[in-house]
């Protein structure tokens, strides 16, 4: 009844941009926080950044002053605006968002989308 779509990801050189987007469609009440996590090959999954619905941000040290989340409650989005990139920012990014759904408004639960790979390499 949820779903979370991703786009963006792909192939970067080292000091370059890209813009990661994620659209949550559905069954959708109401949605509290959107988020990017990351998770590079051996490695657990780790939080990049997080927005909360009135806007305030929090971020990964290892991303800080590179990487710019926002999001766009009117079209349920939440975005990933990366600079600078570094051969360690390859991994799997995946969004997701704490939301309820129409069937059970008062209850908020965690919805993951399905991923997109981001490489930096030269």
């Known amino acids: 009844q949820v779903q979370l779509v991703e786009s963006g990801g792909g192939l970067v050189q080292p000091g370059g941009s890209l813009r990661l987007s994620c659209v949550a469609s559905?069954?959708?009440?109401?949605?509290?926080?959107m988020d990017w996590y990351r998770q590079a090959p051996g490695k657990e999954r780790d939080l990049v950044a997080s927005?909360?619905?009135?806007?305030?941000?929090n971020y990964a040290d290892s991303v800080k002053g590179r990487f710019t989340i926002s999001r766009d409650n009117a079209k349920n989005t939440v975005y990933l605006q990366m600079y600078s990139l570094k051969p360690e920012d390859t991994a799997v990014y995946y969004c997701?968002?704490?939301?309820?759904?129409?069937?059970?408004?008062?209850?908020?639960?965690?919805?993951w989308g399905q991923g997109t790979q981001v490489t930096v390499s030269s």
């Open positions: 997701n968002a704490v939301l309820s759904t129409t069937g059970q408004p008062s209850i908020f639960r965690i919805y």
């Open positions: 559905g069954s959708i009440f109401s949605i509290n926080a």
């Open positions: 927005i909360a619905s009135g806007g305030s941000t």
